[in-house]
């Protein structure tokens, strides 16, 4: 069964391969479109991502190393998106967003999430976030914390303890992490389509690339595009899996 499976996975990417030949490939990477949608899904996935780790470590290390009254609450609330479908978690974004009250709060500040950039990014960060935060989480648990108890009863704070000591021990969940939350930023499509719209070369990155392509029926800039997205996703799993390996 599980030959079997491969197998079937093995023939569906390969497809993908197969069907553009090598002079269409070159000539849809360096096309306007797909340079612009490149350039886009790259600052963007790499905001995004910052962004992510920004909050996904100290997340994982609070649920992992504390107890308060709300815990199993919050800890639903963060890992709910994943259930959710992207397109889902999309139209709750813009219902935030595109609120009068909230939107007018954001305006003021020069933010203005709805069909631009700074949605995209948005979009990214609360697709990838609960993945993240589930791998941090399960670094901090695999860390033994008398390590930190150690730290503590030497005099070393809290924050001092938590950097020094807790950070470098978790270094390679930290990596896996980053990478997942990349691919993520990356692959995301039906929350960015709705938050930030598919506009041509406006807030086109590379998942609304393949979307429009195969809508206009340009097949050969859709596959170039699939082919962009899994060279990412499987750069990913590589690196998730030789870090798993070494952890």
Same mark, same amino acid.
């Given at each position: 069964m599980?030959?079997?499976?491969?197998?079937?996975?093995?023939?569906?990417?390969?497809?993908?391969?197969?069907?553009?030949?090598w002079?269409?490939?070159?000539?849809?990477?360096?096309?306007?479109?797909?340079?612009?949608?490149?350039?886009?899904?790259?600052?963007?996935?790499?905001v995004?991502?910052?962004?992510?780790?920004?909050?996904?470590?100290?997340?994982?290390?609070?649920?992992?190393?504390?107890?308060?009254?709300?815990?199993?609450?919050?800890?639903?609330?963060?890992?709910?998106?994943?259930?959710?479908?992207?397109? =889902? $978690?999309?139209?709750? !974004?813009? &219902?935030?967003?595109?609120?009068?009250?909230? @939107?007018?709060? /954001?305006? *003021?500040?020069?933010?203005?999430?709805?069909?631009?950039?700074?949605?995209?990014?948005?979009?990214?960060?609360?697709?990838?976030?609960?993945?993240?935060?589930?791998i941090?989480?399960s670094?901090?648990?695999?860390?033994?914390?008398?390590?930190?108890?150690?730290?503590?009863?030497l005099?070393?704070?809290?924050?001092?303890?938590?950097?020094?000591?807790?950070?470098?021990?978790?270094?390679?969940?930290?990596?896996?992490?980053?990478?997942?939350?990349f691919?993520?930023?990356?692959?995301?499509?039906?929350?960015?389509?709705?938050?930030?719209?598919?506009?041509?070369m406006?807030?086109? =990155? $590379?998942?609304?690339? !393949?979307? &429009?392509?195969?809508?206009?029926?340009?097949? @050969?800039?859709? /596959?170039? *595009?699939?082919?962009?997205?899994?060279?990412?996703?499987?750069?990913?799993?590589?690196?998730?899996?030789q870090t798993?390996?070494?952890?």
């Amino acid at each position: 069964m599980t030959i079997f499976i491969t197998a079937v996975l093995l023939l569906a990417i390969g497809s993908l391969i197969a069907v553009p030949t090598w002079e269409d490939i070159r000539q849809n990477i360096w096309s306007p479109e797909m340079r612009f949608s490149l350039k886009l899904s790259m600052i963007t996935g790499l905001v995004s991502t910052f962004m992510v780790m920004f909050f996904a470590i100290p997340i994982g290390y609070t649920l992992s190393r504390f107890n308060f009254w709300g815990k199993g609450f919050v800890k639903t609330i963060i890992d709910l998106p994943v259930a959710f479908p992207e397109l =889902v $978690l999309g139209l709750c !974004l813009l &219902l935030v967003f595109g609120s009068e009250f909230f @939107g007018n709060i /954001l305006n *003021s500040m020069g933010l203005n999430f709805v069909f631009t950039k700074q949605g995209i990014v948005v979009a990214q960060f609360f697709t990838a976030l609960p993945y993240a935060g589930r791998i941090m989480k399960s670094t901090f648990d695999y860390i033994n914390p008398r390590m930190e108890f150690v730290s503590r009863s030497l005099g070393y704070s809290m924050f001092e303890t938590f950097f020094n000591v807790s950070l470098p021990l978790a270094r390679n969940g930290i990596l896996a992490s980053t990478v997942i939350a990349f691919a993520r930023c990356i692959g995301t499509f039906g929350t960015v389509l709705i938050l930030a719209g598919g506009s041509y070369m406006q807030t086109e =990155v $590379l998942p609304i690339t !393949l979307y &429009l392509n195969i809508s206009y029926g340009n097949m @050969g800039m859709a /596959l170039t *595009s699939g082919i962009v997205l899994m060279i990412v996703s499987f750069a990913a799993i590589f690196v998730f899996e030789q870090t798993e390996a070494s952890l």
